[in-house]
Structures are given as C-alpha cells and as structure tokens.
C-alpha cells in the first residue's frame, strides 16, 4: 500500500515537474528559434502553457484536500556538511498557486499571439514570457527556501525583461530597472530571513520549517537569560529553539529582523507601502505582461509568500501586516481615483487590492487573503487585457489619423461601448467583481475580509477600528474609480472627435483571439465558479482545503450586516460616479487643491524617495570616489613623493655629506701635504735654518719650563 | 624562435594554454574526494604530489638548509587551478588584439602562466615566494609596455604596491624557516605543511606558539601575521590597498586584465587560506573580526566606488573589489559554509571578471573608447553583444541561476553563523554585506540603462557606428564558455563543493584545533 502511494506521489511529482518544466522548454527553443519574429514562436508557447495547465489541473485534483502533502526532494549540493536538497512541495496552497498559474497564463499566451504579432521580436517577447512562466511555477513548487529565493528572484528578472521589453524607450528602461532594483530591495531582506532561519533551524526545508510539526511552532521567545552551552551567549531575551540535536538560541531581535526582511520581500513583490512605487512605472511593458505578471500573479507571489512562511509570524508582526496592507489599500485607491492613464489607475487599484491581501493575512483571514488572491487574479487580468483592447484601438486612431495624442489618457476615449460590445460587456462584469457586488466572485472574497476585519477588532482596543473603517472606505473608493474609468472609457461620446471632428474611426474587438481569453476569464469574474451560493463565502470550495480558518460560522452580526452596508454603499457611490461623469463635464471636480494633488502626484513618494534616498547615494558614491582618488590614493602618491624626496635627499647627502666629507679629508690631507712640502725645498740652508730654529726653541722651551 | 614567425606566435601560445587546460580538467577529474584527502595540514592527504629535494646546502654544524621541490594539490586549490586553465585560454583568445611586439608579449604572457601555475601548486614556503614574485615582473612589462596613456605610472604603481608587500614576507618566511624543524631530518624546513604544526617549532624560537616571543612589543606570531596578510590583502585587493587595481586594470590590456583580475586576485585569497590563516590559525581567529570588518569596508566601498565611476573598466575593476570583499568575510567566519562560499566567490569571480574584462575590451578595440556616458543604445546595434553583456552583468549581480549567487549568498550564511558556531563576527555585518548585493544591482543595471538601452546615440557619431560590429565567432568562441560555465556552476554548485568540501572541514576542523 505504501508502495502504491509513493507511485502514485511520484507520477504527481513528474507531473508537476513537466507543468514547470514545459515552459522552460519553450524559453529555451523560442531563445534559440533563427529570426526574430515567427509565428511558430506563439504558438510553441501557449502549446507549452496549454499542456502545463492540462498538468496542473490533474496535480490540483490529486492533492487538493487530500490532506496529504506530496513531497519529493533530491540532494542538490552538499557544502561542507549542510546538504542542501532540492525537491518539489505539493500541498494544498502550492497545487492551488500550480493550477492558478497557467490558467491565467494560458488566455494571456492566446492573447499575446495577437496583441504582439506585429512586433518586430516577437520571438524575443515570447521566450521572456515562457521563462516567466517557468519561474513562477518553479517558485510555486519549490520546497526549500534556497530554491525559492532563486525563483523569485528570476520571477523579477523576467518581469525585468518583459517591463524592458522595449528597450529604446527611454522610460521602459528606467521604470525596468526601478522594479529590478526595489526588488533586490526585498530580495536582500528575504535573503536576510532565510540566512536567520537557517542558522536557527539549520535547515532551508519549508515543509520540516512550516509544515505540520513544523520547527518553527516549536521555537519560542523567552525572555529569561540563557546560557548555552558550548560557548557562552547569554542575552537577555532570546528566540530559542529547544531540539534534540542541541539548542540554538538568537536574541529576540532576529526574529523581528527576519519578519522584517520577509516583509521587505512582500512589500517590493506584491507592491506595498513603501516598496510600491515601481508597479506603476511598471506599466511601460506591453499591456498583456501587466495582465499577466503586475496583475496577477508575479504580484501575488508576496501574498504567497507570506502564506508559505505564515508560521512565523507572532502577533505583533501579524498586526503590522495588517495596519500596512490597510494603508496601501487605501492609498493606493485615493492615488486612483485622480489618475488619467487607463494602465496607472488598474495599476494602483492592483497595489489597492495587494494591500487587501496582505491585510487580510494580517487580520488572521488566510484563506480569504488566498482566496481574494485567486479571484483578483482572473477579475484583474481581465480588466488589463480589456485595457490591451482599448489601447490598441487608440493606438490605431492614432496612427490612422496622424494624431499627437496619448493612446493611454482615458480624457480622449469615451463612448467605446458601442464601437466594442463585447469588450464592453466583460470590462463591466470585471469591474463589478473588482468593486465586489453581488454575484461576482469578488464580493465573495472582498466581503469575507471585510467581515473578518470586523471580527478580529473584538477584543481588541479601539484604536484597531480603524483598520476595518479605512478598509471599508477603501471598497466606497474603489467603487468610485472603476465607475469613473468604465464610465469615461466606454460611455458618452468619444473626447476625439470633440477636439478633432472627422477622424476616422475603425474599431473592432478583434478575433478570436481576442475574445477568447476574455471570455474565459469571464468565468472566474462571477461567483459559480467558487461558491453554489452567491452570497456566502463560508460556502467557497477553497475554504475547505486550509487550516488556518476564521469566521466561517456565522456567528454574529458581521455576517449580514456587512455585505448588505458595503453594497448598498457602493451601489450609491457608483450611481453618484455615473452620474457625474456620464454628463460629460469637462472636469466635475476641482483639478487643484491639496488633496487633489497628493492624489494626482501618487502622494509624491517618487520625489521623496528621489530626495531622501537616490540622491543622497549618488552623493555618498561620488564621495567615495573622491576619498579613494584624492585621500587613498593621494596617500599613496604622497608615500612615493615621500620616497623620492627621502631619496632625492640621500642623494645629496650621498654627494655633499659622505662624498663631501671624502673630500674633506682629501683636502686636509693635500692642505697638510703642501704645508710639508714646504720643508721639503731641497736647499741645504734652508734645513740648517731650521734645524736651528728648532734647537732654540728646545731650549727656550727648557728655560721657560 | 625567429621573428618570421611572428604570425605563428599567438597561435602556439593558444596551444600551450590548451593543452594545460586538458591536464587541468583530467587532474579535476582524477581528484578524488573524502575525508582521507581533506589536505591543509596532512602532507600524506595531498594529491598529484611531488617532492624533490632542490637547494640542500651543507651548513655543516648548522645542519641542512632543506629547500625541496615540493608541489601538490588539495580541494582548496584544485577548482582554482581548473579556474586558471580556463582563464588562461580565454586570456590567449583576448591576446589577438595585441600587435606589436609580439614574440615578447607571449614570452612574458607564458612566464606569468607558469608562475601562477606554480604559486597555487606549490608547499613549499621558498618555491611558493618564488612563484610569487616570478609573477611581478612579466606582469610589470606587460602592462608598462602594451598599457594604455598612463602606463609606466600604472605599472610601476603595481610593481611597488605588491613588492612592497612581498619584500616583508620574505622576512616572516626566513623567520619562519628558523622556526620550524622537520621532524624526521631535523633540519630547519620551508615546508609550508611543516609550518602548521605547533610541534615542529623549535623552543624559543621567534614564532613559536609556547614562547610567546615579542617584536616591537606585539607578539611576534601577530606580527607575522599581520605582515603575511597585508602583503595578500594588497592582492585581493582589501580597502584601502586596492587602489593599484583600478589604474592596473585601466591602463593594462585587456588580456593582461583577464589575468590580473581572473586569476592575480585569488592568489590573494589563496594565500590567506593556504598561508595566512593556516599557519597562523591562533591569530587569525583571534583577529576574526577585523577581517571580517575589511571584508564589509571593501564589499560596500567598492560597490559605492563602482557607482561613481563613468568609465566602464573602472567601474568593473571596483566591482571586483566588492565582489573579492565576499571572500575575505567568509573567510573571517571561519564557519564551513562561509568558507566555502569564499572559494566558491574565487572560483566564480575568476571567470565572471574574465567575462567582464573581455567584454569591455571587445568595444575598446572596435572604437578605442570606453567611457559610459559615450554610448547610448548598443542593444539595437549589437544585440548578440548585448546578450553577453546581460549574462555577464546579472551573473555578477548575483542573480540566481549563476554561480556569483551560490558564492556569495554562503558568504552570507557563514558570516552570520559564524557568532552562533564560533562567536567570531557579530551578527550585523552578514547584514551589512548583503547591501553590498543591492549596490550591485544599481550599478550594473544603471550602466545597462546608460550605454545598451534607449535610442542609439554614439559620441563617435556615424564612424563608431560602423565600427562597431556585432561580436565575431572568435570572440563568441571566448565568451560563450565562460557564460556556460557560469550558469553551470550555478545549477551544478556541487561540481566545485564536491572537490572542496573536505579540504574545507580539514581546514575548519585544524582552525578549532589551535
């Protein structure tokens, strides 16, 4: 029987080994295919990602809710006596993100094949986009912290690629490289917590770290003093684990430090405060890559992240995810609400809807952070590919007409739903989802964490409040911008034709390929495909395969009262919004005022950051270089100065002191030789003369004495 | 050889190196590993040894002056060694843009092969100093006479910063010799594997662990250490001796930067291993921290330096300060993993500034001009280019998937292990080496932006655009290895842990010794 089962769990692991393998395969033969823009390209890409869904579909159905864990691993490489391993993890959260994955992908490939086919790398595009695929089905699998961290951080290559797809724009480049350096920002912090982790648990296994029994759970912070033996540590709080091979023991502050570097790496993935800055400029990427990696599921790997790791967290760190989540949230939709490129505002409203993942982990509700993430995933893709269609056809009244207009400006469109129904017709199911009414699948999710939101402050002091007001506020917000953006984009009359009268107008919603993805992403926009009831989230299939579950009895008055404020609500705001701004005026609000501009200015977090941060490291770089050429270097310029002088001096002393006292000596010795010499005449009398001399002076000498 | 020859030169040295690659790989693969041949300090563990008594001067009631013959290789020095084959042939490859005087240029070129060759073989304290100063001079003709505009400053600026250093070890290493007796002939000895062991220190002697002797008031086994270190750290190069690097490397050509960067600066860090810390483990643990502490100066100095600079050799050659700043920290947490790592960072390194080096030369030659701010948009005109770039770039940024990313990421790990296993570094520094990760990231993509994205826009105008062509098969023939090699060691981390893990628990396990 256990031979059977460890079959069965190995066909599970080839399968979802081949789901993650088939795009890499993709990557690679697209990287290599001759040329740089074939069709065959597309096509071995969506046939690759087609199949990896086919796969995950049928690893979903072996391991959801079997309540057992698929995991395999082989030895990757041993460092001195650490053996790091790498296998693939298949539980309910993985085969979950497996599935997810390629379903979104796969309309997003379809959609390419169309959206790109006149892009003159299309091969390029499509070989970036397989090795995105790869890595995010890679991380999602990936059983060990090493492995994961080296997933998501090619998650972030490939999202840097695709973001700097084309690269002779001036501002792709720089909004690539931003996202590819905030990243590194929380890559550096992740990196950070796996080191703590490992050092305190010794190993980079998720499932023996988080798993059930998990090692984690077992450590615990006391605040006693602690000796270990071995050498001595003594802190005077510390976070020990207490084992049977030793005991380790850090201070306390390292645990804090590792939440705080995981958080760094959820807040520069999935785009929160105060990491969120590089999701918009993000936007500069082709429309079906934002679809697919800045709406649905590269900005989802922070949220499941923090799932994978949720163990971890004590509930300080879990309060602080929530208060953050809760102001991104909020900020984010203000930030929308004001904005005028069709892209920028889907792009806040996705860090707005990040944020409600993240508050939602925060507030305990983990099964409704995943499952808002599941739903978001299809309603916001949607909502961007919906935008591809509408900057196309902009882009072609551009082109068409020899215009200087801005293709992205929601100021020129208007009045598109007539021009194109059926994109009409699923950007309004979209949107609905997205504020969250009734009968879509985002009301399901958005209200099961509104709900919990409320739960959670019982008990809790009043301050705490806030976080479920601003999150309900947040939903009345959301509600406004995505009515403004329907409204201005697909009511009324188109702005162009009121600035430049007899343009000439051919629109269409495009072929099959066009319509296909929407419409299968359509599905995942209304409640049926998660709940059999519309209306209550305690029904949804997901919540059936976590754990970690709350508020799934109604138990209070939460329940009902809720949803039914919400809606009413957000029914009230979006006729308010379509009000205002189907009539047309020009600009129904005052463009000026504080508010307006922090909201139009994104709270003007670039310029800070500019200010406090870029700059200042410039500054300190440039400085350093002048310390190292001018104090480094010119010490050591001074030392060979110093030595030339020193020898330029011995030279003289050679010259003037030694030589000169040789010759001082020479001289003496001529001076006295010629004084002698003197003596020396050869004449008879002159010697006689002195032989005298010297005999008196004997005797004068003898006398006196 | 006659000068007719001329053309046949460059040839003949492709071969050379070729043929050392071959013996280097078949010595990589016979290398066998386990515990029996952890090396260090077990002269019976060494492999490919060989010992032949060379300089045996009867001092007659002196005893024996013993100078032997004595090379042989452990896991410490085997990946370096396959590390340098492989250079040296990219390094031939990069040497077809030299063209005068070529007959000197590949004499020197093949004097500096042999003697790195020899400084990573050899046990021998004496052959090891000679390998090492043969090193010198070929490298200060070559870059004083092939350099660029400033090239006798460069060069004599290398020659005095690392004579400098040499001219004091050779102090320690007489000291040394007049230390340590050879057990079984009882002659004083320059047997580097001789030196480690306290029991082969003659009672009283000058470093003597028991005799606590002293000069200038530190004791003296300090003092030697110090010496022995800087006179490596100069090579590494550790902050603030680095400053030869950048003027070396800018003014050098670039196969003489392949090789000063490739391989020169882990003679550095492979003599803080084999030399440094291994004969002096007692001081070296002791002075842990302050290793680890110029490791983070260097790993963050350097990386603040590389930002600023605005030529594209510079701005490498700082890089490789930062990045050689990852192997003196691991070093310093004396932990396994930190050590591994820091060869794993050697190994990597020497062929990702290979890479670098050889990429930079590539449009130096094409326009003769490297500054960043000169190019704009290369992509569209040399996009096979381009790729390199990118490979090379993000490999050294420590993108996963690559070698730089094991190396340093172990680094990491083992410096902040290091106060829970030995309480030698305090836990910030691993912290502080990781930003020296994300400066990396800044620079490298900042000059990806700057010179190979955006519109094309050449300071040379239509003549640097015809100049400069995409890449040709030779240099595809260079570079394509080197970035394989990467990726593979980054997938196949094994491929060097395998070979050096027992040297490095030998290592780790002889330091707990003491």
Redesign the interface.
């Known amino acids: 029987m256990n031979n059977f089962l460890q079959a069965i769990d190995t066909l599970t692991i080839k399968f979802a080994l081949t789901a993650v393998l088939l795009p890499l395969l993709a990557f690679v033969f697209n990287f290599l295919l001759p040329g740089r823009k074939s069709k065959l390209a597309g096509w071995i890409s969506t046939v690759a990602i087609l199949f990896s869904a086919v796969l995950s579909v049928s690893v979903f159905a072996k391991v959801w809710n079997t309540g057992h864990v698929v995991h395999q691993q082989v030895i990757?490489?041993?460092?001195?006596?650490?053996v790091v391993y790498a296998g693939v993890l298949l539980n309910n959260l993985s085969a979950l993100m497996l599935l997810l994955v390629p379903v979104i992908a796969l309309p997003v490939h379809i959609y390419s094949t169309a959206y790109m086919k006149h892009d003159g790398n299309l091969n390029r595009y499509f070989a970036y986009l397989s090795l995105f695929c790869f890595s995010m089905l890679a991380l999602v699998v990936a059983d060990n912290l090493?492995l994961f961290?080296?997933?998501w951080?090619?998650v972030g290559?490939s999202s840097y690629l695709l973001v700097?797809f084309w690269?002779?724009?001036?501002k792709?480049?720089?909004a690539n490289?931003k996202a590819?350096?905030m990243n590194?920002?929380g890559?550096?912090g992740l990196?950070?917590a796996i080191?703590?982790l490992?050092?305190m648990f010794h190993t980079f296994d998720i499932e023996k770290l988080f798993g059930a029994g998990n090692l984690v759970s077992k450590s615990t912070t006391i605040t006693a003093k602690v000796i270990l033996t071995g050498?001595a540590?003594t802190y005077s709080s510390s976070w020990i684990l207490f084992a049977n091979s030793g005991n380790?023991?850090?201070?306390i502050i390292?645990q804090y430090?590792a939440f705080a570097g995981i958080f760094l790496a959820v807040a520069a993935k999935s785009a929160q405060f105060p990491l969120h800055t590089w999701l918009p400029d993000a936007m500069e990427g082709p429309t079906s890559v934002s679809a697919l990696i800045h709406a649905a599921t590269m900005v989802a790997a922070g949220v499941f992240l923090l799932a994978r790791v949720y163990p971890l967290f004590n509930d300080t760190e879990l309060t602080i995810l929530a208060v953050i989540g809760c102001f991104t949230a909020f900020m984010a939709a203000s930030i929308a609400l004001t904005q005028t490129d069709l892209k920028r505002i889907l792009a806040y409203s996705t860090i707005s809807q990040l944020g409600y993942m993240v508050m939602a982990m925060g507030i305990g509700a983990y099964t409704s952070s995943l499952f808002h993430l599941v739903t978001h995933a299809f309603f916001k893709c949607l909502l961007f590919l919906v935008a591809g269609i509408v900057i196309h056809q902009m882009q072609h009244i551009k082109e068409d007409n020899q215009l200087d207009i801005d293709p992205q400006n929601i100021n020129n469109m208007g009045g598109l739903r007539k021009k194109l129904p059926f994109t009409f017709i699923v950007a309004i199911i979209g949107g609905l989802a997205l504020i969250g009414l009734p009968f879509t699948s985002g009301f399901l999710s958005k209200d099961s964490i509104l709900i919990q939101s409320f739960q959670w402050t019982d008990g809790r002091s009043g301050v705490f409040k806030l976080v479920p007001i601003v999150a309900l506020l947040t939903t009345w917000l959301t509600a406004f911008y995505v009515t403004r953006l329907i409204v201005k984009v697909f009511f009324g009359e188109l702005r162009l034709l009121h600035i430049k009268p007899g343009i000439k107008l051919h629109l269409s919603d495009g072929n099959w390929q066009y319509k296909l993805p929407l419409a299968f992403l359509v599905i995942g926009c209304v409640f049926s495909l998660f709940s059999i009831n519309p209306f209550l989230y305690e029904q949804a299939w997901i919540f059936k395969g976590f754990a970690a579950n709350g508020g799934l009895e109604r138990e209070n008055v939460y329940h009902s009262l809720v949803p039914i404020g919400v809606n009413i609500l957000s029914v009230l705001v979006m006729y308010a919004a379509y009000a205002v701004y189907v009539k047309r005026k020009a600009n129904p609000f005052p463009q000026k005022g504080v508010l307006f501009n922090l909201s139009f200015n994104a709270w003007y977090f670039d310029a800070i950051y500019n200010q406090i941060i870029v700059k200042p490291?410039?500054v300190?770089?440039?400085f350093?270089?002048w310390f190292?050429r001018r104090v480094?270097?010119g010490f050591?310029n001074l030392l060979?100065k110093a030595g030339l002088t020193l020898a330029k001096l011995s030279a003289w002393t050679d010259r003037y002191i030694v030589d000169g006292f040789l010759h001082l000596l020479v001289e003496i010795v001529r001076i006295i030789s010629s004084f002698f010499r003197v003596f020396q005449a050869g004449k008879v009398q002159y010697y006689l003369f002195s032989m005298l001399v010297i005999i008196l002076a004997l005797f004068i000498l003898k006398i006196v004495i | 050889m006659p000068s007719k020859w001329r053309g046949s030169f460059k040839y003949i040295t492709l071969l050379a190196t070729l043929v050392q690659l071959g013996m280097g790989i078949w010595i990589y693969c016979n290398f066998k590993s386990g515990a029996a041949f952890g090396g260090i300090n077990h002269e019976g563990q060494f492999q490919f040894m060989q010992k032949l008594p060379w300089i045996n001067l009867d001092l007659g009631t002196m005893g024996k002056m013993q100078i032997d013959y004595f090379v042989g290789i452990d896991g410490i020095s085997v990946t370096l060694l396959l590390m340098s084959s492989v250079v040296m042939v990219i390094a031939a490859l990069a040497s077809w843009e030299i063209t005068s005087n070529l007959k000197g240029f590949f004499v020197l070129f093949l004097i500096l092969d042999m003697a790195v060759i020899g400084v990573f073989c050899s046990l021998d304290f004496f052959l090891f100093y000679i390998f090492y100063e043969l090193m010198l001079l070929p490298l200060y003709f070559l870059i004083g006479m092939w350099g660029g505009a400033r090239r006798e400053y460069a060069a004599i600026?290398f020659f005095?910063?690392t004579l400098f250093g040499s001219v004091f070890m050779l102090l320690v290493m007489i000291g040394l010799y007049l230390s340590v007796k050879d057990p079984v002939t009882g002659n004083h000895t320059f047997n580097i594997i001789q030196m480690m062991n306290p029991a082969n220190y003659e009672q009283g002697s000058v470093f003597s662990i028991l005799s606590h002797q002293t000069l200038f008031g530190i004791q003296a086994r300090t003092v030697g250490f110090i010496i022995l270190f800087i006179a490596f750290a100069i090579k590494v190069p550790v902050?603030?001796l680095?400053?030869w690097l950048p003027d070396a490397h800018v003014e050098a050509p670039t196969p003489v930067s392949i090789i000063l960067a490739g391989i020169l600066l882990k003679v550095g860090g492979y003599g803080i291993i084999r030399v440094c810390v291994s004969i002096f483990p007692d001081i070296a643990s002791a002075n842990a921290y302050w290793l680890g502490l110029l490791g983070i100066i260097s790993i963050l100095?350097g990386a603040?330096?590389?930002?600023?600079?605005k030529d594209l050799k510079r701005l490498i050659a700082y890089s490789s300060v930062s990045h050689m700043g990852f192997v003196l920290l691991g070093i310093a947490s004396f932990t396994?993993?930190g050590?591994?790592?820091a060869v794993m960072q050697m190994v990597s390194h020497g062929f990702l500034s290979t890479m670098l080096f050889f990429l930079v030369g590539v449009v130096y030659n094409r326009v003769h001009d490297r500054g960043i701010n000169h190019f704009r948009?290369l992509?569209?005109i040399m996009p096979k280019y381009t790729v390199f770039v990118m490979i090379a770039f993000?490999a050294s940024l420590g993108?996963?998937?690559f070698s730089a990313?094991i190396a340093e990421?172990?680094s990491?790990?083992g410096a902040?292990?290091s106060?829970?296993v030995?309480?030698l570094l305090p836990?910030w520094m691993?912290?502080c080496g990781?930003?020296g990760?994300?400066l990396g990231?800044?620079y490298f993509?900042?000059t990806?932006?700057r010179m190979?994205?955006?519109?094309?826009n050449l300071k040379g105008g239509s003549v640097w655009r015809i100049a400069l062509t995409d890449l040709n098969l030779r240099e595809k023939i260079a570079l394509a290895p080197l970035a394989i090699i990467a990726l593979v060691l980054g997938i196949?981390?094994?491929l060097v842990?395998?070979k050096i893990?027992d040297s490095?628990?030998a290592l780790?396990q002889f330091m707990h010794l003491k």
Request: proline share 4%; aromatic share 18%; glycine share 6%.
């Open positions: 990757w490489f041993t460092i001195s006596n650490t090493v961290y080296a997933f951080e090619l290559f700097g690269f002779t724009r001036d792709a480049v720089q490289k590819f350096i590194r920002i890559d550096i990196l950070t080191i703590i490992f050092t050498h540590t380790t023991a850090l201070p390292w430090i490291v410039l300190l770089s440039r350093a270089f190292d480094i270097d050591v060979a | 600026k005095l910063y902050v603030p680095h400053t100095y603040l330096n590389a930002l600023a600079q396994t993993e050590i591994s790592g948009g992509a569209t993000f993108l996963p998937g990313f990421a172990f990491l790990v902040f292990k106060p829970s030995n309480g836990y691993a912290v990781s930003l990760i994300l990231a800044a993509l900042w990806l932006q190979f994205f955006g519109r094309l196949m981390p094994s842990f395998d893990n490095v628990l780790v």
